[in-house]
Structure formats: C-alpha cells, structure tokens
C-alpha cells in the first residue's frame, strides 16, 4: 500500500511557474532575426544566467560601418561599460537573447533586425534621438565580466558583488559602529579616493558618514566579507568619506568589513544604549537569555560624570565574585535587565542607561545621586535556563509551580505588578500541557489554578485595567460559579470601573454561596452604598440647575468649588476623571478602560454618568 501511495504522488502535477514578461517577449523572435559572429573567444566554460551581473561594451554601427553609438571612449563614448542584471534590467530583447550565449572575455558581432533592438513593439528601453531604429543594425559586444550579484535596491541603483564570503550572519546596521577598508572608482576605474592603510575608515551606521548607496550595501556585508558595492549616481550622497560626488554617474566601492560593534538602542530614543565591546559564543540571538534565567555577570557601574566615578565593582566590591540573579525577578535595575538579556555568553557590553531605567525607581547605591545617568560595563559569564517539566510528575510540577508562584506573590508585594503578572501567567501557560490522572490530583490543580487567574485579576486590578481583570476572574467562575474570592474580587473591579450593579449582584451572590465571606462582602456592600452616594453627591453639584430650564434653552450652570468660586473648564474636566474609588482597588480603571456605553460626549467623559442619572430618575431627560 505504501508504494502504491508513493507511485500516486509522484504524480501529482506541479504547479507551473509564471512566465516572466522577458520569456512572452522570446516567443517574438522569428528565425534570421537575430545573428552572432564570433570575433574573439572568451575563456571559461560557463555562461551568463539569470540573476547575474554582466557588465559589457557595446558599439552600435550600421550595416555599412558606420558608428551610431558607443560606450568606448575611441568611438565617442564615455569609456564607462554598461552593467546590468538579467532577468532584472530592462535589455533590448537581442542583447538579451545573445549575451547568455557569450563566455567571459569574448566579443561578438550581433546582427539585428529592429525588432530585436530599439524597433521592437513596446521596447522597454527607449531609443536615443535620431537613433535608426527601422533599420538592420550590427551590434559589437565585449562581455567583460559577469558574476552573481545581490539587488540591493529594486531599482537596480546599487548592487553588490561578493569577492570573498564573510563569516557569520550578522549585519550592520543603525546604529552599530563600522570599521573597514575601502576604496572607490569611477565606472571607467580611475580612482576616486582610498582608504586602506593606517586605521580602518571607522562610521557610526545610519549617521550619514558615507554615501547613501555605500550603507545599503555593506548592510548587507558580514564581518571579514570582501565585496564591490556598485552605486549608481541616485544612491551618491556627501559624506565626510566622499564629499564630493558631483560628475559622478556611479561609483565602485571595494570594500573589506574589518569588524562592527553592535550597538542596540533598547528603547528607540537614544535613552538606553547597549554596545557590545567583546563578541560572545553562539548565535544570536538563539543562545541569549531571552527567557527567565539564573544568570551570572561581572559589572562595573560608573557615574556619567566627567570622571566616570566607579560606584560599584564586583571584581573589588564583591570579593571577586560574580552576582548572581534571577531574569524577570526585578532583582536588577530594568535597563541592567534588559540588555542582559540581549547578550552572549562571554560577551563584554557597555551600556548607558538613563535614571528611570536605572536607580530611580530601583534600591540606589549611597554613592549614586538622585537623577543620575549611569554606565555599566558586563560581562555575562552565563546562564542557567528554568527547569523544564517534561517528564516530571504531578507533585514536582506542583512544586515547580509554587516556587514560581510565590516569587509572583514578592513581586506583587513590592508593587512590580507588571513583573508578578508574568510569573503567574508563566504557570498558566504551562499548566496547558499538565493532565492530572487522579480525582485528587484534578481538585488540587483546579484550585491552584483557580489561584493563580485571581492573581492575574489582583494584578491587572492594581495596573488599572478592570475589563482585563473582571475577564480573569470570570475564568474562575467558569470553571467553578460559586468561587466566592472570583466573585469578591470581580465585584471589586466592578466596582472600579463603575458598574455598581453588577458589583452588587456579585457581593450579594457571595453571602448566598459562602456564609463565612458575609463579613467582607458587608463590607464591601457598604464600600459600594458610599461610593454611590459620593458619585450622586458630585452629579447633584455639577449639574446643579441643568434641567430647570424650559426646552430650547441652555442651562448655564454655574458650578462652585470648595472656596465658593467658580470652577475653570479646566478644573471642571479634573473633577470630572477624579478617581471615585480608594487607591487600593485601582485608580485609573475607567481612564484604562475607555468609555464602555458609547452615549455621546457626556458618558464618554464620565461612564458611571448613566447609572447616576438613573438613579436620579433623569434617564429619559433630552439635553435641548
């Protein structure tokens, strides 16, 4: 059976390649039309392709010998050769018949009918003036050279030659820091200028310091690689390399990619900069501690001072040890963190980091000021990767589990929600490929997860997202609908976002499904009867008089602060988004949230403003 299905697929059709608009243009050619004299042989034994560069001398003459047209300087022409890429330029439809057909270093005589040059209907490149084109024309070709080239613009206007490979993946790019050789010539090779003795030309990428078509080029080089950059006069811009540019059609660069340093602007603003000083071992970023790790680093830290003041070394500070810390822990300052992460095993970066990224918001060292920029020179010595759960049983993932679960808890503790949030939802997520196999087994991982989406909820309650928080606890209530702690913790991020109803509906199911929860969800009953009397209390005084007018006037209302005065526009819109709720639920949930009831300017503005007025009996009331 296996070889009957085998012998059925191989003969499955294949799906036909596309015909590219120069293979409908080949089908033109009628016999005689196009004719090759060899004049001289050229020397190898392969051809020109697709893909390739050739670069050639044409002269044009006509049947009689007369010179119509010329790239040799002999016969009026610039001395520049013509380049172009098959199956990628536009050619006339002879030369891109006969070139494939020349070797290396061979000039041949083409005769030409004129549709098979400027005469052809639709010829994509269009005829000089007063060019014969009507007329049966020779055409002299020198292929010079071709080669494999990489299209590095679509338009053809810099290309690039690879002399000798490279080594490794990478490439430069903005803003990593650039030291190579490199020279320059004319189409026709004179040359223009050279940079290959001394020091390597050092350049900052994306910085402007060499020609636009130059940077496109070695973007696409890797460290060691040797290659010619062919760059047409549109990708010629100044630069302290090549200042002057005018004259030019195109230039050829050869260059060698001594080394680049990678430089990585963490944070898109020129704020936090990690550049690597020494390569470390493995692919990046593949063999990076992107994922929480025990990591282990040396570091100096310096003030950006014009001493660059040392405020701590672990090679003098620590005895010679290293510091050791866990990734995602918020063990570290958040800018340390981050360009950890980014780094190889045995890799030395510097990075320069601004205070809310480093000790503002982080335990400061006594010799650090408030405010101040800092430098950290690491070299990370390595890293251990978490434990995977594969393969362990129910109790040691369970264990695994709550190691995790209550440094979210410390986290959580210290206000890092942010961070403690990711803990319990990394336990989540793995929790999607454990299969308890005992009714035992199945309630504890019920409850522990249970636990952990009511963590996620307290978190997202504290970040001031209530939707988000409301949408973990209903996990819970899916999962078990008389949850009482779901039902508390929902009703309190309810509550939050103003939707007093739905939060009473859930304090009061907790007392109908948990007698024992009666004490907090009074509680909470009574939080909530407050909070609905302060919202109607500043409802009643900011729309004080709206509705005593007759239709067709506008109540001018007159709103008073505490002082007696009167109220700004712009304090007015402050009272309005004032935090209605005690900060320990959250403060910014109905700014996180957006406006929920879509009621025009009024309830966008204030989304509890329904309820209020309903309260109020000014449900069904027109604002005319």
Not at 38 to 52: A, F, I, T, Y
Not at 324 to 341: A, D, L, Q, W
Not at 399 to 422: H, M, P, Q, S
Not at 576 to 590: G, T, V
Request: proline letters at 6%; a negative charge.
């Amino acid at each position: 059976m296996a070889s009957e299905e085998d012998t059925e697929q191989s003969y499955v059709p294949q799906k036909k390649k596309s015909e590219s608009e120069d293979d409908k243009r080949r089908k033109k050619i009628v016999p005689g039309s196009l004719m090759k004299a060899l004049m001289r042989p050229g020397g190898g034994e392969s051809n020109p392709s697709d893909g390739d560069q050739i670069i050639y001398h044409c002269t044009v003459r006509t049947l009689d010998g007369v010179v119509v047209e010329s790239t040799r300087s002999e016969h009026g022409g610039k001395g520049i050769p013509i380049r172009n890429v098959l199956g990628k330029s536009k050619m006339m439809l002879g030369l891109l018949e006969g070139i494939p057909t020349m070797l290396k270093g061979e000039v041949a005589m083409f005769k030409m009918m004129p549709q098979m040059h400027y005469g052809e209907e639709d010829c994509p490149v269009p005829a000089p003036s007063s060019f014969p084109k009507e007329d049966d024309l020779h055409f002299e070709i020198e292929l010079i050279d071709f080669s494999k080239a990489k299209v590095v613009s679509d338009d053809l206007g810099v290309l690039k030659k690879v002399i000798d490979e490279g080594q490794g993946w990478e490439s430069p790019r903005e803003p990593y820091e650039v030291k190579a050789w490199i020279s320059a010539k004319t189409g026709d090779g004179k040359l223009i200028m050279s940079h290959t003795e001394g020091e390597p030309y050092f350049f900052t990428f994306g910085k402007c310091e060499v020609p636009k078509g130059l940077e496109m080029g070695i973007g696409t080089m890797t460290r060691k690689e040797k290659a010619v950059v062919y760059v047409t006069n549109q990708y010629l811009t100044p630069s302290p390399l090549l200042p002057m540019i005018e004259g030019y059609e195109e230039v050829h660069f050869e260059v060698e990619l001594v080394h680049f340093i990678q430089v990585r602007d963490m944070l898109g603003d020129g704020r936090l900069i990690k550049r690597r000083l020494h390569d470390g071992k493995g692919d990046f970023p593949m063999d990076c501690p992107l994922h929480d790790s025990l990591l282990r680093v040396h570091y100096k830290g310096m003030l950006l001072n014009e001493e660059k003041t040392v405020f701590y070394d672990t090679r003098v500070d620590n005895q010679g040890e290293p510091l050791e810390f866990s990734s995602g822990e918020g063990m570290v300052p958040e800018g340390f963190e981050m360009c950890v992460r980014l780094m190889l095993p045995g890799e030395i970066a510097l990075v320069t980091c601004p205070p809310d990224y480093a000790y503002d918001k982080f335990s400061r060292p006594p010799s650090v000021p408030e405010g101040a920029h800092v430098q950290w020179e690491i070299e990370l010595l390595g890293f251990e990767m978490p434990k995977d759960w594969t393969g362990l049983n129910f109790q040691e993932i369970m264990d695994e589990a709550e190691k995790i679960r209550v440094t979210g808890n410390r986290l959580f503790k210290a206000g890092k929600f942010e961070l403690a949030k990711a803990k319990y939802e990394k336990v989540l997520r793995e929790f999607n490929h454990v299969n308890p196999q005992t009714d035992e087994e199945g309630k504890v991982f019920l409850e522990t997860r249970n636990s952990l989406h009511l963590n996620v909820a307290a978190c997202f309650l504290k970040m001031g997202e209530c939707r988000k928080s409301i949408d973990a606890c209903n996990k819970v209530l899916d999962a078990t609908p008389v949850h009482a702690k779901a039902l508390y913790r929902r009703g309190m991020a309810y509550m939050a976002a103003g939707d007093f109803e739905e939060a009473r509906s859930d304090f009061q199911m907790m007392i109908k499904v948990d007698k024992s929860s009666e004490p907090d969800a009074t509680a909470a009953l009574a939080k909530l009867k407050k909070q609905e009397q302060e919202v109607e209390r500043k409802a009643r005084k900011q729309f004080k008089g709206l509705f005593d007018k007759k239709p067709g006037e506008i109540a001018e209302v007159q709103v008073e602060d505490r002082a007696g005065g009167e109220i700004t526009g712009e304090n007015q819109k402050n009272d309005l988004s004032a935090p209605l709720l005690e900060r320990d639920d959250s403060q910014h949930c109905n700014e996180a949230d957006g406006g929920q009831y879509g009621m025009g300017w009024f309830y966008s503005l204030w989304p509890p403003g329904r309820r209020t007025f309903s309260a109020l009996g000014l449900d069904r009331c027109t604002i005319l």
